[in-house]
């Protein structure tokens, strides 16, 4: 299994310095979010060039894919597709994406349009992602308008007749009480974080169920008062 960490709690101005602060600490590859990306995709080109760490996974998930008004649906549509475009260019084998993400400003189409939207998106991308050799998952999340568990994600999996590259990427944090182990043939990539979205401390059992798991990422919304390099370290060692 190889260990991944998010761009944002890493040190460093620039991509460069943040991608070798990630090989010094033992990384494997550095998680990146879709729109930095996209903004200064030959920084990131250069970063991965110059330290040799490769990008693990592009992060496109709060993106407003279900809103209501139909222009800002095209536009987060379209920057999904940039994603696996750019995550193909630079040889990053994983999309990541969540069904609409609670915080983005826009309000979701009514309830019960929500799943024929949905089933259009699950229907097509991953046609897209298979095109381009790329691995496109759907992250459950409390923060999701309609994916919140590891079973609505599986659910949806099945309702789309299993396309072969939609895979499913859970965090730890968010259902640490669900049954992976029911779900992981669909798991290659998950991420991992402690309670309130911290820095994880350990590794969950729950990891264990899941054998066909190439990348965990660390995933937390600060580093706080914790030390970066010490999570992964003790997560290793658990």
Not at 11 to 23: L, Y
Not at 176 to 181: I, L, N, Y
Request: with cysteine; glycine share 6%; aromatic share 8%.
């Amino acid at each position: 299994m190889q260990w991944g960490v998010q761009e944002h709690l890493l040190p460093g101005d620039d991509p460069t310095a943040r991608f070798s602060a990630a090989r010094e600490m033992g990384f494997d590859g550095v998680e990146v979010e879709a729109q930095a990306l996209n903004e200064s995709f030959m920084e990131y080109a250069h970063a991965i060039e110059s330290t040799g760490m490769p990008i693990a996974a592009v992060n496109a998930g709060k993106n407003p894919f279900l809103a209501e008004d139909q222009a800002v649906r095209r536009i987060a549509l379209t920057r999904l597709q940039q994603s696996l475009a750019d995550a193909t260019d630079l040889r990053s084998p994983h999309v990541l994406f969540v069904p609409h993400w609670r915080d983005t400003g826009y309000d979701p189409v009514d309830a019960e349009e929500q799943p024929r939207g949905l089933k259009w998106i699950l229907s097509n991308m991953p046609d897209l992602a298979y095109a381009m050799g790329v691995e496109l998952h759907m992250q459950p999340t409390a923060d999701s308008y309609i994916v919140n568990t590891v079973k609505d994600a599986w659910d949806w999996y099945n309702a789309v007749r299993k396309p072969h590259h939609l895979f499913i990427a859970p965090c730890t944090h968010d259902t640490a009480d669900e049954k992976w182990s029911n779900y992981a043939d669909r798991i290659t990539y998950a991420h991992i974080s402690g309670p309130g979205r911290t820095l994880p401390v350990s590794l969950p059992a729950i990891i264990a169920q899941v054998p066909g798991l190439n990348w965990l990422t660390i995933a937390a919304d600060s580093i706080g008062d914790g030390d970066l390099a010490e999570s992964l370290a003790r997560i290793r060692e658990s």
